[in-house]
C-alpha cells in the first residue's frame, strides 16, 4: 500500500447495511471487497443489473465507483485483502425475541483469532455480544460501531453522520484509530467508548425514537377527547430545545425494519437480566394499538364495515422506499378483512413486494382506481405524490367521501372543500375548532 493509498475495507453481508456501507466507503476512495452467501445476489450486484433493494442515491454510487468495489461468494478474498471487516450481517428476531447472532456467529467463526484483521460490528447485536465474542477470541481485535442509517436517506445519512460511535476496549485500540481514521473525511462527532456502552448507544437510540414517537400518539389520542390539534401541540413542544421537533408526527403508529426488532430486543435483553422495562413494554403496546384505532374511526362512520369497500393508499412502512418489512398497511389490511371488508391498495413503489405479502387485497395502479367506489380510503404512507392529488376527483369517484389521515399529511381545510369527511390522528374531526389553523 502505497502512503496515500486507502486501506481495503470488507464488508460481510451485502444487505441493506452491507451495501450502502461497500459503497458508501468506496466513494471515500477505499477499495471495498463485499461478500454474501447468496450467489445471486452477487451475479447481479457484479453484473450490473436493478440492485435488490430501493435506495435514492445508491444505484448511482455503486456505479461510479464498480472499479473500487469487488463483490464475491469467497470469504477467503476478504480476509486475505482488508485489515477492517465491517460485519453487517442481519440479526432478526428468534420465536424468544432476542436476536438471532447465528449469522454473526458464523462470520466469528471464519476469522482467525489473533490474526491481522479487526472485526467492526455493524450488525445490531445485544449489549454483552462483543465481550462474548472476545471471551472466545481473546486476540481478535473488536471494534462495535452502529450504524444509523435511515433506509429512503441512508446513503446521505451515512456520508454526513450526526455522530460516528466507535466502541473498542482495551487490546483493540489500532482498529479502534483505524475505524476513526476510515469515518473522519465525513466530519460526524466521534464517540470513543467501550464496546458494551457503543452497544447500548445503539439500541437505546432506536428505543427513544420509539418512545418519542409512541409519546405522542398517546398525546394525539388525548388530543381527539379534548379538542386539540396534536399538530400544534407537537410544533409548540418542539421549538423547546430540550425536545426538539424531530420524531414528533403523529400517525398510525411506527414500523420498518428497525424499530419493533430492536425495541423487543432491548426489553428482551433487559428480560434476560431480570430487569422488567416497563416504559418499553408500553412504548410496544401503544404502537400495536395505534394502528387498530383507525379501523374504530371507521365504524364510527360506517358501522359494521362487513362488505365495505376500503382503500389504502400507501403500503410502503414510510415514503421513499419499497420496505412493507411491519408496516402499518399489513396489521390494518388483516386487521379490515377480518371486519370482512373488501380492501384495495395503491403504492407506487412497493406493489410488488404487496401482491406478495398482502394476496387478498387488490393492489391497483393508481389511486383514483383505489378509491372508485370505496366507502372510505386510508392514508398509510405520506407519499408526495398523494398532497397534489385532484381530491375533488377522488371524492367523486368514491361511495362515501371519508379518508382517515393516518399521517395527518394533508391539509383538512382543503381536502373538507373537496367534498371529503376528513378525519386525522389527534386533530379535531369535522367542523372542530383548530380546522382553520391547520
Ligand atoms: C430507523 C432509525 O431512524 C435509524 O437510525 C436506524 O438505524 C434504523 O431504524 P428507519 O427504520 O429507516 O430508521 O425509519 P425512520 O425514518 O426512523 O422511521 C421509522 C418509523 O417511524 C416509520 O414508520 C415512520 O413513519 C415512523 N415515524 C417517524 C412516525 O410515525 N413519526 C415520526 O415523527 C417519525
Not at 52 to 62: A, Q, S, T, Y
Not at 275 to 284: E, G, N, P, T, W
Not at 341 to 354: L, S
Request: aromatic share 6%; hydrophobic share 40%; net charge negative.
Amino acid at each position: 500500500m502505497s502512503a496515500n493509498e486507502k486501506p481495503a475495507i470488507g464488508v460481510i453481508g451485502v444487505g441493506w447495511v452491507g451495501l450502502v456501507t461497500a459503497a458508501c466507503f468506496a466513494e471515500l476512495g477505499h477499495g471495498v471487497v463485499a461478500v454474501d452467501i447468496d450467489e445471486h445476489k452477487i451475479e447481479i450486484l457484479r453484473s450490473g443489473g436493478t440492485l435488490p433493494i430501493h435506495e435514492p442515491g445508491l444505484p448511482e454510487l455503486v456505479e461510479r465507483n464498480r472499479e473500487r468495489l469487488r463483490f464475491t461468494t469467497e470469504i477467503g478474498e476478504v480476509l486475505d485483502a482488508c485489515p477492517l471487516l465491517f460485519c453487517c450481517v442481519d440479526t432478526p428476531p428468534t420465536y424468544s425475541g432476542d436476536a438471532d447472532l447465528s449469522r454473526v456467529e458464523a462470520v466469528v467463526a471464519q476469522i482467525q483469532d489473533g490474526g491481522e484483521q479487526a472485526l467492526v460490528m455493524k450488525s445490531t447485536v445485544p449489549a454483552g455480544t462483543g465481550l462474548a465474542i472476545r471471551r472466545r477470541k481473546p486476540e481478535l481485535a473488536y471494534v462495535s460501531c452502529p450504524e444509523f442509517l435511515k433506509e429512503g436517506t441512508a446513503v446521505e445519512d451515512f456520508l454526513h453522520p450526526d455522530r460516528v460511535v466507535i466502541g473498542a476496549d482495551p487490546g483493540s485500540d489500532w482498529a479502534a484509530d483505524a475505524v476513526a481514521d476510515a469515518y473522519a473525511p465525513l466530519g460526524g462527532q466521534p464517540v470513543r467508548t467501550d464496546v458494551a456502552s457503543a452497544e447500548m448507544i445503539k439500541l437505546a437510540s432506536n428505543a427513544f425514537l420509539a418512545t418519542k414517537i409512541s409519546f405522542i400518539n398517546e398525546i394525539a389520542n388525548v388530543c381527539e377527547e379534548v379538542g386539540a390539534d396534536v399538530t400544534e401541540v407537537a410544533r409548540g413542544m418542539g421549538l423547546d430545545e430540550r425536545i426538539g421537533p424531530k420524531f414528533l408526527k403523529a400517525g398510525i403508529g411506527w414500523g420498518g425494519s428497525c424499530f419493533g426488532k430492536d425495541t423487543i430486543a432491548l426489553k428482551k435483553l433487559a428480560g434476560n437480566t431480570g430487569y422488567h422495562f416497563q416504559l418499553l413494554s408500553a412504548v410496544i403496546d401503544v404502537n400495536e394499538l395505534q394502528k387498530r384505532r383507525v379501523v374504530g374511526k371507521l365504524k364510527q362512520h360506517l358501522g359494521s364495515l362487513t362488505g365495505r369497500r376500503i382503500a389504502l393508499l400507501g403500503l410502503a412502512f414510510k415514503p421513499n422506499t419499497d420496505d412493507m418489512r411491519d408496516a402499518a398497511s399489513l396489521v390494518l389490511a388483516s386487521r379490515l378483512r377480518g371486519e370482512g371488508a373488501d380492501v384495495r391498495a395503491y403504492d407506487p413503489i412497493a406493489e410488488q413486494r404487496a401482491r406478495e405479502l398482502l394476496p387478498e387485497v387488490e393492489i391497483s395502479d393508481s389511486p383514483l382506481a383505489a378509491i372508485d367506489g370505496a366507502d372510505a380510503a386510508i392514508l398509510v404512507t405520506e407519499w408526495p405524490e398523494f398532497a397534489e392529488l385532484d381530491w375533488e376527483q377522488m371524492a367523486r369517484r368514491m361511495t362515501t367521501p371519508l379518508l382517515v389521515d393516518g399521517r395527518n399529511f394533508l391539509d383538512p381545510a382543503r381536502l373538507r372543500a373537496a367534498g371529503f369527511t376528513y378525519e386525522g390522528i389527534g386533530r379535531p374531526a369535522d367542523g372542530g375548532e383548530a380546522e382553520a389553523s391547520t
